[in-house]
């Protein structure tokens, strides 16, 4: 059976910065496309970024870009975000996907086969 199983969420002041982990279990997703994506209360999940299997290719929201970094360490099976500059706005669960896909630059959810349950981020102001 395929987890997903994120770490790393909590509470943080605005400016400061989290770094969240997801680790695979089951299988290994280290030659297919992950990503990140959030989720605010009362809000539809929407994308954060994507890595592709061999990290020659990552992708951000608008939103995000130039304050958070995907990264991944195949030999781990892990994948990692790292947010800096956090802002209340994105407070919100984060969920780790993963793509059976080997294609790069997966935006929609539903290019996503395996989920995790998610972990909260709080940024207070």
């Known amino acids: 059976q395929v987890q997903l199983v994120e770490s790393g969420g909590g509470l943080v002041q605005a400016g400061g910065s989290l770094r969240l982990s997801c680790a695979p279990s089951?299988?290994?997703?280290?030659?297919?496309?992950m990503g990140w994506f959030r989720q605010a209360p009362g809000k539809a999940r929407e994308f954060v970024a994507t890595?592709?299997?061999?990290?020659?290719?990552?992708l951000y929201a608008d939103s995000v870009k130039g304050r958070f970094t995907i990264s991944r360490d195949n030999a781990k099976n892990t994948v990692y975000l790292q947010m800096n500059s956090l802002k209340p706005e994105d407070t919100a669960v984060y969920y780790c996907?993963?793509?059976?896909?080997?294609?790069?630059?997966?935006?929609?959810?539903?290019?996503?086969?395996?989920w995790g349950q998610g972990t909260q981020v709080t940024v207070s102001s």
């Open positions: 890595i592709s299997g061999s990290s020659s290719s990552a």
């Open positions: 089951g299988r290994t997703f280290s030659g297919t496309t």
């Open positions: 996907a993963a793509s059976a896909r080997s294609q790069a630059r997966l935006v929609l959810t539903g290019a996503y086969d395996y």
